[in-house]
């Protein structure tokens, strides 16, 4: 299994940007899916979580600003971000708890992608 993301880069603050996460592989079912982020010197922290179904779970710095979706047909899940501000710079990272069959669920991580917010 894996989690391929895309969409990070370099964008001024106030800017919007929207990432995005792809799981493939022998997938039974996905649970969970979520983004999380580490900014350098700091811990990796929850940006957002979202149930299988839809349920949604935000960090209260990025609440009103970001908006956590899945598709669950396509196993994807995306982060929109809009009114970016320079303290979200960060790597982000897409998180998945994936059943690979009907009695074991792991949890996966993508590569990470850069995000970068310039004042």
């Known amino acids: 299994v894996q989690l391929v993301e895309s969409g990070g880069g370099l964008v001024r603050a106030r800017g919007s940007l929207k990432l995005s996460c792809a799981a493939s592989?022998?997938?039974?079912?996905?649970?969970?899916m979520g983004w999380y982020r580490q900014a350098p010197g700091k811990q990796r922290e929850l940006v957002a979580q979202?149930?299988?179904?839809?349920?949604?779970n935000y960090a209260d710095s990025v609440k009103g600003r970001f908006t956590i979706s899945r598709d669950n047909g396509k196993n994807t899940v995306d982060l929109q971000m809009i009114s970016l501000k320079p303290e979200d710079t960060a790597v982000y990272y897409c998180?998945?708890?994936?059943?690979?069959?009907?009695?074991?669920?792991?949890?996966?991580w993508g590569q990470g992608t850069q995000v970068t917010v310039s004042s």
């Open positions: 998180n998945a708890f994936i059943g690979v069959n009907r009695n074991n669920e792991l949890e996966y």
């Open positions: 979202i149930t299988s179904g839809g349920r949604t």
């Open positions: 592989g022998s997938i039974f079912r996905i649970n969970d």
